[in-house]
């Protein structure tokens, strides 16, 4: 296993997600716990040393079932992470509630990494109201040693994460964001990269195959990448790419059976971060999927000066980018929902009223009218 430190504690590279677990039957409230204990018996044997769960992954299941197979092993072997659930806007008033139900969920007596779950455009503003008290009470009781690190995680834009930032980072000892190869464009995590660099906050991964997409490729795509590495799985490419980002300390993999668990444990025996001629290669893989289902939209904002009811038409159409490629590769989007609920109502996709001007400038000539209609018909709004 490969080791990465973080101040004066060695964490394993790969850290054990909690997101994904084995479920009975296809339900994703009934955790197969005897698969769990299985999975944690071979990745604590195998070096696995950090566990991270939610308040809110497997509707409120995996905090428990990991608390149940955890207690089974030395509290100073492992690392625990788990998070104030902010993506529920009605969940900000109650962090103590939530806090202390949370270790006794974890059987657990304090958290090693603690986070403000999903810091995005719709729960900005609440995060950044004092009066609900989160940061405050958060830092109480890191100050107790009942939160031993706290960090944030964020599928916000990087706009969005430097207001974060601006108030609480100098707080912050780590951010886990959503990155791969195929986001680092395609969601510009580039740009959220850099904003962490600039606040020297160490990188978690979380999605690192974007919920399996990275490991179905084509043909093509597969030959391509066996030409340069034919020992090396379409995960491992995904892998060997995160590895070759200095910032990333923490990759996080929700791995769902047993077979997962030890295709990643081979994974990072070793690191074989990407040379110059591989990087290019998985990006123009990158690109390509993208193409397959993003608009081109560059963001110019010719559009924007010609359109009467005044939409953020490239904000719009990446996120209308971002769910078309998350539901067409078989995931559920929620991305685009979160941050479109930040939107006033006559700004979202459906105040399109159809008018053509915004098309009449563009350079790429996109369909924007259609654009939007289909937009506001998968969501509903």
Request: glycine fraction near 8%; include cysteine.
């Given at each position: 296993?490969?080791?990465?430190?973080?101040?004066?504690?060695?964490?394993s590279?790969?850290?054990?997600?909690?997101?994904?677990?084995?479920?009975?039957?296809?339900k994703?409230?009934?955790?197969d716990?005897?698969?769990?204990?299985?999975?944690t018996a071979k990745a604590?044997e195998?070096g696995?040393?950090?566990?991270?769960t939610?308040w809110?992954?497997?509707?409120?299941n995996?905090?428990?079932?990991m608390?149940?197979v955890l207690?089974e092993?030395p509290?100073?072997?492992?690392?625990?992470a788990?998070?104030?659930?902010?993506?529920?806007l009605?969940n900000?008033?109650k962090?103590?509630?939530?806090f202390?139900?949370?270790?006794?969920?974890?059987?657990t007596?304090?958290?090693?990494?603690?986070?403000f779950?999903?810091?995005?455009?719709?729960?900005?503003e609440?995060?950044?109201?004092?009066s609900?008290?989160i940061?405050?009470?958060?830092?109480?009781q890191?100050?107790?040693?009942r939160i031993?690190?706290?960090g944030f995680?964020?599928?916000?834009?990087?706009?969005v994460?430097?207001r974060?930032?601006?108030k609480y980072?100098?707080?912050m000892?780590?951010c886990?964001i959503?990155l791969?190869?195929l986001d680092l464009?395609?969601?510009d995590a580039?740009a959220k990269?850099?904003?962490?660099?600039?606040?020297?906050?160490?990188?978690?991964v979380?999605?690192?195959l974007?919920g399996?997409r990275?490991?179905?490729?084509t043909?093509?795509?597969?030959?391509?990448l066996?030409?340069?590495r034919p020992?090396?799985?379409?995960a491992?490419?995904a892998?060997?790419?995160?590895?070759?980002v200095?910032?990333?300390?923490?990759?996080?993999s929700?791995?769902s059976n047993?077979?997962q668990?030890?295709a990643?444990?081979t994974?990072?025996?070793e690191?074989?971060?990407?040379?110059?001629?591989?990087q290019?290669a998985l990006?123009?893989?990158?690109d390509?999927?993208?193409?397959?289902?993003?608009?081109?939209c560059?963001?110019c904002?010719y559009?924007t000066?010609?359109?009467?009811?005044?939409l953020?038409?490239?904000y719009l159409l990446?996120?209308?980018?971002e769910?078309?490629s998350?539901?067409?590769?078989?995931?559920m989007?929620?991305?685009?929902?979160m941050?479109l609920?930040?939107?006033?109502k006559?700004?979202l996709?459906?105040?399109c009223i159809?008018?053509?001007?915004?098309e009449a400038v563009?350079?790429q000539?996109?369909?924007?009218?259609?654009a939007?209609?289909d937009?506001?018909?998968?969501l509903?709004m």
């Open positions: 296993m490969i080791y990465k430190e973080f101040q004066d504690l060695k964490l590279a790969l850290g054990f997600g909690a997101m994904r677990l084995p479920v009975v039957d296809g994703d409230t009934v955790i716990v005897e698969a769990v204990k299985a999975m604590m195998q696995i040393n950090y566990y991270d939610a809110g992954y497997h509707e409120g995996s905090e428990s079932v608390g149940q207690k092993y509290r100073g072997s492992f690392y625990l788990t998070k104030f659930p902010g993506y529920d009605s900000m008033d962090v103590s509630e939530i202390e139900k949370q270790l006794e969920k974890c059987q007596e304090y958290f090693d990494f603690y986070l779950h999903n810091v995005c455009e719709m729960n900005i609440a995060y950044l109201d004092e609900y008290g940061y405050d009470y958060l830092m109480k890191k100050k107790n040693g031993r690190h706290l995680s964020a599928h916000g834009a990087a706009p994460m430097r974060f930032l601006e980072g100098s707080s000892e780590f886990q959503q791969n190869y464009k395609f969601q580039r990269l850099e904003l962490l660099k600039e606040y020297g906050i160490p990188v978690w979380m999605e690192p974007r399996g990275l490991t179905k490729l043909e093509e795509e597969a030959a391509k066996a030409a340069l020992e090396e799985t379409p491992g490419w892998f060997r790419f995160l590895q070759s200095p910032e990333v300390t923490m990759i996080l929700g791995m047993m077979e668990l030890e990643n444990l994974t990072f025996e690191e074989k971060p990407l040379n110059a001629e591989e290019t990006q123009e893989i990158a390509g999927m993208a193409a397959k289902v993003a608009l081109p560059t963001a904002r559009c000066s010609h359109c009467p009811q005044g953020d038409i490239p990446s996120l209308y980018n769910h078309r998350t539901t067409l590769a078989g995931g989007s929620f991305i685009a929902p941050a609920s930040a939107v006033e006559e700004k996709p459906g105040a159809g008018c053509g001007s915004c563009c350079p000539q996109i369909r924007i009218s259609q939007m209609r937009f506001s018909g998968m509903g």
